[in-house]
């Protein structure tokens, strides 16, 4: 169960969650800092992580055009770096039973 974090959240969020989300990367991680939404999505499909963000744009495209990729939509606001781990340690095993179930393509967070 791998993540691809958004640039909209700190880079250091693979690393201090690698205990419950091995391998899991940030875009910059892989040289998309800044790129357009499609390539980002085609790289988390094609490499079978799960994209989270807070980016309304990963929302409706994950309604649009289903899983893969799954997207973690996280409703937080302004936020630490953190709250937003403890929100991803605090709801693993909702994010296990997502990653599981075939017929979700979204979770939403908040």
Not at 46 to 73: Q, Y
Request: with cysteine; charged share 25%.
């Amino acid at each position: 169960m791998k993540l691809l974090f958004d640039e909209n959240f700190s880079p250091k969020l693979p690393n201090r969650l690698s205990d419950i989300f091995p391998n899991s990367l940030h875009v910059r991680d892989v040289g998309m800092k800044a790129t357009i939404h499609p390539i980002v999505w085609d790289y988390a499909k094609n490499n079978n992580l799960m994209i989270v963000s807070k980016d309304a744009d990963r929302h409706d495209l994950s309604l649009v055009f289903g899983n893969p990729p799954k997207v973690i939509s996280l409703r937080l606001g302004n936020c630490s770096t953190l709250q937003i781990e403890n929100l991803l340690r605090r709801d693993f095993n909702a994010i296990e039973l997502f990653y599981e179930d075939e017929t979700l393509s979204l979770l939403a967070l908040s």
